[in-house]
């Protein structure tokens, strides 16, 4: 592909590279090709800014308490596999990212969205909350169309990543949405990369936290509805984070 600046040398710009193998010729596309996908996907992903820069090279598994750092690495490395082997034919194909807040939930699922996007595939971000609100919104005439457009971008993208799933006052038009958009998702088998800090059953409602606090958080099936919860359960890989600090207030963090 050519950009108005420079000619790729390698395929002219074409965006092709022509080979000749036993007389045959053939074309296969450039690396120069796959960059500037790589570069439109993360454009168009709608990552925060705050998580511009989030990665797996800058996500460190250093931490004072052993225990501590054992989660961090497990969870690195079962994010950092599912996005090598992605896409997952027999295996599940999605992740959801369990844990208390600051313990680097959203990083994880943000390195991974952005190795998916240097692989070529479309992943888009979503924050569960701006997403309900943005639907809601919908409904209003005056600017309808395009948020709506969003939620069907949601239902319908290669990879979603939906951000604080169940963070969000619970009605029957929520847990009607939210089982929509994960049964449909799960029905064409799309992947949907999830992070929560609601806890899975209630045996670890009394569980205590990495602060010494009990734990007051509410149930992922509460929030989002029994439903969606058993089918984000049957389609994601969980990676639990429990008793992770915060990192905001982690010594070694800066
Ligand atoms: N292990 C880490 N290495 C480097 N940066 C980290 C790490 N963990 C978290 N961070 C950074 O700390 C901040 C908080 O992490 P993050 O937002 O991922 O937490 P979270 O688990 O999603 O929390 P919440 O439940 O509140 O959403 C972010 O800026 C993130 O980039
Ligand atoms: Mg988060
Ligand atoms: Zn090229």
Redesign the pocket.
Known sequence: MASATTVCPHCGGTGWRIHEKGGLSGAERCDCFKVQRAERLVEASGIPA??AK?SFE????FHHDQQQATK?VDAFKASYDFAERFPHRTDKPGLLFV??????????AVAVMRRLMQKGFEALFFGYQELLENLKSSYDPAYGAALRESYQRALECEVLVLD?LGAYRVTDWVLDTVTHLITVRCNERRPVIA?T?LVESRADLGRRTASGETDTRYLLGERIGERARSRVMEMCTVIR?HGVSD??ERPSAR
């Open positions: 705050n998580y989030a800058n996500f460190i598994h961090l844990g208390p807040t600051g313990a680097g939930k959203t990083h994880l604080d992070t800090n984070m990192y905001r």
